[in-house]
T-cell receptor
């Protein structure tokens, strides 16, 4: 069964450093998402991506964040200058897009720790 | 503001007993409703969804959920709990809007503990 994969599983970085979180969505999916879950809190929407552009972003997704689909298979989330409060589990998700009510398929997550 | 509430942080149930995990939402229109389960060190796994039609929907692993429009609730249920059902359960709502992104708004999660 196809699945969404994410690398790395755990990333430790120093405050102010740039990080790139990588995701490989399911191959025929058209909609891509990033969510984050701060420890002990709920999963929050960050951004959605469709047709090679951002379709919606949350208030959390400020100028420090960017997304890219560089090669038609990978989907990346970049944080330019990490802050302590960026420490969280980041989930990538994808959705087929063939129907408006397809569910999203989630990857296992990347745990980001900012020191 | 749009929101999803899961009023119980934890639900304990004995194996073999029925379980209910509650979810209510405050979202305009007729959103799509979903339940996901998260096991330790794993991603979110889809359990079931309500789009339209019959208020009782059936999903994976014997789970079902009951949609109640007047109470804006979507409670997850299972007739007979298994120890292996112990996990973190998330209710998610996908508002229908002009952006067409179908993003999820999640509840805070409910930890289900099934006792042998």
């Amino acid at each position: 069964e196809p699945e969404v994969t994410q690398t790395p599983s755990h990333q430790v970085t120093q405050m102010g450093q740039e990080v790139i979180l990588r995701c490989v969505p399911i191959s025929n999916h058209l909609y891509f998402y990033w969510y984050r879950q701060i420890l002990g809190q709920k999963v929050e929407f960050l951004v959605s991506f469709y047709n090679n552009e951002i379709s919606e972003k949350s208030e959390i997704f400020d100028d420090q964040f960017s997304v890219e689909r560089p090669d038609g298979s990978n989907f990346t989330l970049k944080i330019r200058s990490t802050k302590l409060e960026d420490s969280a589990m980041y989930f990538c998700a994808s959705r087929p897009g063939t129907s408006t009510y397809n569910e999203q398929f989630f990857g296992p997550g990347t745990r980001l720790t900012v020191l | 503001a749009q929101s999803v509430a899961q009023p119980e942080d934890q639900v304990n149930v004995a194996e073999g007993n029925p379980l209910t995990v509650k979810c209510t939402y405050s979202v305009s229109g007729n959103p799509y409703l979903f339940w996901y389960v998260q096991y330790p060190n794993r991603g979110l796994q889809f359990l079931l969804k309500y789009i339209t039609g019959d208020n009782l929907v059936k999903g994976s692993y014997g789970f079902e959920a009951e949609f109640n429009k007047s109470q804006t609730s979507f409670h997850l249920k299972k007739p007979s709990a298994l120890v292996s059902d112990s996990a973190l359960y998330f209710c998610a709502v996908s508002p229908l809007g002009t952006s067409g992104t179908y993003k999820y708004i999640f509840g805070t999660g409910t930890r289900l503990k099934v006792l042998a």
